[in-house]
């Protein structure tokens, strides 16, 4: 079965550091181009960063240095560090990976704003909740 799964997010405090996994099964991250998203309560769908299998990474929302994604091949998961974390952090982080595999139901509304906007990724997962308090 070719699935992405997320997960690590949880509740924080602001200026605490998390690390979002996303592990895939049935294809490999270092062939796909993949990409983090986020949905915060409210709000529309947010390009985290995304970075290619020629292993190019480019920034959607301003970084202001405090994320940073890699990738353990090894283990097929990639990572999502989230330093100095702020309130408006808070959302649903979704990975998402292009792979040419079938489309996947899961991603939400991001699944959709990606597409709409002419990313074609079609693995999806469920997302991971982070909350960040203040």
């Known amino acids: 079965e070719v699935k992405v799964v997320e997960s690590g997010g949880g509740s924080a405090q602001a200026g605490g550091s998390l690390t979002l996994s996303c592990t895939a099964s049935g294809f490999s991250f270092d062939n796909s181009d993949m990409a983090w998203y986020r949905q915060a309560p409210g709000n529309e769908c947010e390009l985290i960063l995304s970075?290619?299998?020629?292993?190019?990474?480019y920034p959607g929302i301003s970084l202001e240095g405090r994320f940073t994604a890699s990738l353990d091949n090894a283990k097929n998961t990639v990572y999502l560090r989230i330093n100095n974390l702020k309130p408006e952090d808070t959302a649903v982080y979704y990975c998402?990976?292009?792979?040419?595999?079938?489309?996947?139901?899961?991603?939400?509304?991001?699944?959709?704003?990606?597409?709409?906007?002419?990313?074609?990724?079609?693995?999806w997962g469920q997302g991971t909740q982070v909350t960040v308090s203040s």
């Open positions: 998402a990976a292009l792979n040419g595999h079938s489309w996947s139901t899961e991603g939400g509304d991001c699944r959709h704003y990606a597409q709409s906007i002419g990313y074609e990724y079609n693995s």
């Open positions: 970075f290619t299998k020629d292993g190019k990474t």
